[in-house]
């Protein structure tokens, strides 16, 4: 089938500690994102990718990184710089930038 | 920037009711897209609707239609006929159209009843 993946659902984050969530899509999509949803919020940018071995910073980048070399693959990595990393992470792709985006169904993110 | 708001936090319906979801958002561009995304229980988000700015005609997905005011800069939601199954969260989202990043609202929660 295709789609996108994530995983694992569920993560949990010890104080100083790096982690890192996979994403994965089989869609042949060009574009790959990521983004964070807090409780009563809408989605918020953290990095995206429109192209393999090149990617951007979104509007909170900090305390992130991302790598993109392979164009199915987008793992997100929250470091011990963010200090509240707590939250429910969407990744998401296009065909292109400028198209719909799809997103994969989550990772909850929890610090012990 | 661009911002995108939604005013209503949350919204009932009867099951089988018609019901309009508000969006308003603020830009300078005039070449955009607007969106519509459902969130269900289980946080999938899933395209609903989609909008080029540059179409004057309403774009319509079988139950769920769009009042696209460009002049108002109001983009609302009419689900027809509303399905228990169509409890969720709703996102109203505007990209730029030679930029691709999303800016969402903060959501509506719909809840239909039986």
């Known amino acids: 089938d295709g789609g996108i993946t994530q995983s694992p659902k569920y993560l949990f984050r010890k104080e100083g500690q790096n982690v890192t969530l996979s994403c994965e899509q089989n869609?042949?999509?060009?574009?790959m994102y990521w983004y964070r949803q807090d409780p009563g919020q809408g989605l918020r940018l953290i990095y995206y990718?429109?192209?393999?071995?090149?990617?951007q910073k979104g509007d909170i980048a900090e305390g992130y990184s991302v790598s993109r070399e392979k164009k199915e693959s987008f793992p997100l990595t929250v470091t011990s710089a963010q200090k509240n990393p707590t939250a429910f992470y969407l990744c998401?792709?296009?065909?292109?930038?400028?198209?719909?985006?799809?997103f994969g169904p989550g990772t909850r993110l929890l610090v012990l | 920037a661009q911002t995108v708001t939604q005013s209503q936090p949350e919204m009932s319906v009867q099951e089988a009711e018609t019901v309009t979801l508000s969006c308003t958002y603020d830009t300078s561009e005039s070449n955009y897209y607007l969106f519509w995304y459902k969130q269900p229980p289980s946080r999938q988000m899933i395209l609903v609707i989609r909008?080029?700015?540059?179409?004057?005609q309403n774009a319509t997905e079988n139950r769920f239609s769009v009042n696209f005011q460009k002049a108002a800069k109001s983009f609302s939601l009419k689900i027809s006929d509303s399905q228990l199954g169509d409890t969720a969260m709703y996102f109203c989202?505007?990209?730029?159209?030679?930029?691709?990043?999303?800016?969402f609202g903060s959501g509506t929660k719909l809840n239909v009843k039986p």
């Open positions: 869609l042949n999509h060009d574009a």
């Open positions: 998401a792709s296009s065909r292109r930038s400028q198209e719909t985006q799809y």
């Open positions: 990718s429109q192209i393999v071995n090149d990617f």
């Open positions: 989202a505007f990209m730029e159209y030679n930029f691709n990043k999303f800016y």
């Open positions: 909008q080029e700015a540059y179409k004057q």
